[in-house]
Nanobody, 117 residues
């Protein structure tokens, strides 16, 4: 599974960014049968889940991003997006797109998000 992440950048605190993760070779039926998520790895810390969307449509968010981040998916574009609003300096890190199919994990290349004060 190929995952192409984009949308990172530098933004001031309070600003917004939108991350996108595209799975261009995934057929529609497989897309809906895949668990997707966004993970964040801050400097010197482990990679943690920020938001996820499982195949049953259940959405989960890490507590610190609830009310600020929204994960969504578009099967026609084979894309999973993460809208990030009211960004804080502690949101800084490398964001990774994740997919799980049949118990196998796939990762996209990370995209850097830097929030300045």
């Amino acid at each position: 599974v190929q995952l192409q992440a984009s949308g990172g950048g530098l933004v001031q605190a309070g600003g917004s960014l939108r991350l996108s993760c595209k799975a261009p070779r995934m057929i529609t039926s497989t897309f809906w049968a895949t668990d997707f998520g966004w993970y964040r790895q801050a400097p010197g810390k482990q990679r943690d889940m920020v938001a996820s969307f499982n195949r049953d449509g259940k959405i989960s968010y890490e507590d610190s991003v609830k009310g600020r981040f929204i994960i969504s998916r578009d099967s026609s574009k084979k894309t999973v997006s993460l809208q990030m609003d009211s960004l804080k300096t502690e949101d800084t890190g490398v964001y990774y797109c994740h997919a799980r199919q049949s118990g196998v994990d796939y990762w996209g290349e990370g995209t850097q998000v830097t929030v300045s004060s």
